[in-house]
T-cell receptor, first 112, second 116 residues
Framework: GDSVTQMEGPVTLSEEAFLTINCTYTATGYPSLFWYVQYPGEGLQLLLKATKADDKGSNKGFEATYRKETTSFHLEKGSVQVSDSAVYFCALTLRGGGKLIFGQGTELSVKP | NAGVMQNPRHLVRRRGQEARLRCSPMKGHSHVYWYRQLPEEGLKFMVYLQKENIIDESGMPKERFSAEFPKEGPSILRIQQVVRGDSAAYFC??????????????FGDGTRLSIL
């Protein structure tokens, strides 16, 4: 079935380090792909999205490129800040719309 | 420009009671989704509704759980005869259309349900 797999956390980085969180998916058809971020005690916020192959989503210094050939949507940021500490979720939705299918989430902790 | 509003933020129930969770979608959104987040886990889809219709309830437990999205008023997720395993964060999301592509889902801050 359709699924999303993320690298396991927690990931601990120093401020200004480079971030990569791996995400791969299995889906029938051509899904839309999303990264959501969840800060403690809050709901999920949409971070970025991509709707077709080779699209690059970007927001707040984060980027991810929709790679159809490797079925991946890895999240990257060149220089993380303490305020980026949160849980990051990769997700997909299928072309017919409807439910989001989430990865298990990756906790990021950035130390000063 | 209010976002998705969920209430209550925290709900405590004793085993066997009923829990009612409410969700008002963003203005202009007619599609509502409910997700459950168990401790240390990701979000799992429960149900997808449009006004007065259930579109997909494939993630909803067969017993004790029900959802509605009436013509007027918020969407309601109801859990009857709650058990300890129902303790979780329940999130509502809404979208303009089916949530695909350029109409992504927007989430509320969730209801944390605790069962004593």
């Amino acid at each position: 079935g359709d699924s999303v797999t993320q690298m396991e956390g927690p990931v601990t980085l120093s401020e200004e380090a480079f971030l990569t969180i791996n995400c791969t998916y299995t889906a029938t058809g051509y899904p839309s792909l999303f990264w959501y971020v969840q800060y403690p005690g809050e709901g999920l916020q949409l971070l970025l999205k991509a709707t077709k192959a080779d699209d690059k989503g970007s927001n707040k210094g984060f980027e991810a490129t929709y790679r159809k050939e490797t079925t991946s949507f890895h999240l990257e940021k060149g220089s993380v800040q303490v305020s980026d500490s949160a849980v990051y979720f990769c997700a997909l939705t299928l072309r017919g719309g409807g439910k989001l299918i989430f990865g298990q989430g990756t906790e990021l902790s950035v130390k000063p | 420009n209010a976002g998705v509003m969920q209430n209550p933020r925290h709900l405590v129930r004793r085993r066997g009671q009923e829990a009612r969770l409410r969700c008002s979608p963003m203005k202009g959104h007619s599609h509502v989704y409910w997700y459950r987040q168990l401790p240390e886990e990701g979000l799992k889809f429960m149900v997808y509704l449009q006004k007065e219709n259930i579109i997909d309830e494939s993630g909803m437990p067969k017993e004790r759980f029900s959802a509605e999205f009436p013509k007027e008023g918020p969407s309601i997720l109801r859990i009857q005869q709650v058990v300890r395993g129902d303790s979780a964060a329940y999130f509502c999301a809404s979208s303009q259309q089916g949530g695909f592509g350029n109409q992504p889902q927007h989430f509320g801050d969730g209801t944390r349900l605790s069962i004593l």
